[in-house]
């Protein structure tokens, strides 16, 4: 970088090791892979699919996604911008890269804080409720661990968490418990999705959701799992908007070549059907995830963040992602989904049986769930009716409550 140019820069580490430098200057942001890297992990897609290990340094707008997927993730607490916009040193990131300050190594591994007390909890719980969060507050929620026996603590700086505390919207129907039974659907249909419990009671109650990107070692200790969003896999801005097959058609060709499971692109159709019939309008490319694994293999990350929006009129009906073009969720069909699917160059007949499966199968999901989560009548009739609908190629859009209770 020419003496002059460069105006900020952080260094980015993964599992302990320097991975590379990001840098932003009056050229805009680059980022340049370390020595280190260049010797271990050369043509590994790290720190995304977009920015695979190289020794000329990467620029553009993969580099400005990667950043903005770190400082700017739809469902987690939205970090403070370090200089330049990157992220701040010691911030609890999505993924698993840690940030530092030129030269510096991230800080040794620290015991956790004392667990909560009962009166700690009730007053964080007190947090999350809609009337004491702030009015212009979309993601909120605060990183926790919590232990196998359900101890609270806060993260010690610079640890990783494993669970996030968020405030349920209001303008969800039955609020946090929305989020949770959406969550439990999508489980129940098969699919790998990130467990989300409410925590409190009524209106106040809250969602605990454990992290997809973090596990514990066998001595209980939460590390970090590398995941990135789709956005960022694309080398697109978290709100680019799934407009037509082009961006999932792209997330299904990435899945192609970095998967070992030769079916991955299968479990991106399957995610896409479970957002329409959920009525999900807020899913969208920064939500759905790729998770790095060992090897530079990568698979697509479970579902996160699910919530039904169409049970209301004050949500938007408008789809994150769209199938074979079309993103209004009261119009979209099987045959649209098929035809995405079908798009992506899957197997013959292999969309349609993805489809038509999840369909089927959605009904019996649907009541399952309802017996796991104490859920509102009309939210459980309503998605009922979207099962229906969708399944018998209608606009889905009938309210079923009746026939639900």
Do not use: Y
């Amino acid at each position: 970088v020419p003496t002059g140019e460069t105006r900020r820069a952080a260094a980015l580490w993964l599992d302990a090791r320097h991975l590379g430098d990001l840098t932003v200057g009056r050229r805009g942001p680059r980022l340049i892979h370390s020595e280190g890297a260049l010797g271990r992990l050369a043509g590994r897609p790290l720190p995304s699919v977009a920015l695979p290990v190289r020794r000329r340094a990467w620029s553009g707008p993969a580099v400005s996604a990667l950043i903005a997927g770190l400082v700017a993730d739809p469902l987690m607490p939205g970090p403070s911008p370090g200089p330049g916009g990157l992220p701040a040193a010691g911030d609890d990131l999505p993924g698993a890269l840690v940030v530092t300050a030129p030269g510096a190594e991230p800080p040794a591994p620290a015991r956790p804080p004392a667990a909560l007390t009962d009166a700690e909890r009730a007053e964080l719980l007190a947090a999350m409720a809609p009337a004491m969060r702030a009015a212009d507050d979309e993601r909120g929620g605060v990183p926790l661990i919590v232990d196998p026996d359900g101890t609270w603590r806060h993260p010690a700086p610079g640890a990783p968490s494993s669970h996030l505390l968020r405030g349920a919207d209001p303008a969800l129907l039955g609020g946090a418990a929305n989020e949770a039974l959406c969550a439990r659907v999508a489980a129940e249909l098969g699919l790998a999705v990130t467990p989300a419990t409410t925590v409190g009671r009524g209106d106040a109650a809250a969602l605990l959701v454990e992290r997809d990107d973090r596990r514990r070692t066998p001595a209980g200790t939460v590390i970090r799992v590398h995941r990135e969003s789709l956005s960022a896999a694309l080398g697109l801005p978290p709100d680019a908007r799934g407009t037509g097959p082009a961006p999932l058609a792209g997330a299904a060709a990435l899945l192609d070549r970095w998967s070992a499971d030769p079916a991955a692109a299968e479990g991106l159709l399957a995610a896409l059907v479970v957002v329409a019939l959920l009525g999900d309008g807020r899913t969208g490319l920064p939500h759905l995830g790729l998770r790095h694994g060992p090897g530079g293999r990568v698979d697509l990350a479970p579902l996160r963040g699910l919530s039904c929006t169409t049970a209301t009129a004050v949500l938007g009906r408008r789809a994150g992602v769209g199938a074979d073009g079309v993103r209004d969720l009261d119009a979209v069909t099987r045959a649209d989904l098929v035809a995405e699917g079908n798009a992506w160059g899957l197997r013959a007949g292999r969309a349609a049986t993805i489809v038509d499966d999840i369909l089927t199968e959605a009904p019996a999901a649907l009541w399952r769930a309802a017996g796991a989560v104490a859920a509102p009548p009309a939210l459980v009739g309503h998605l009922l009716g979207r099962a229906r609908s969708l399944a018998h190629r209608g606009a889905p859009g009938a309210d079923l409550s009746a026939s639900a209770a």
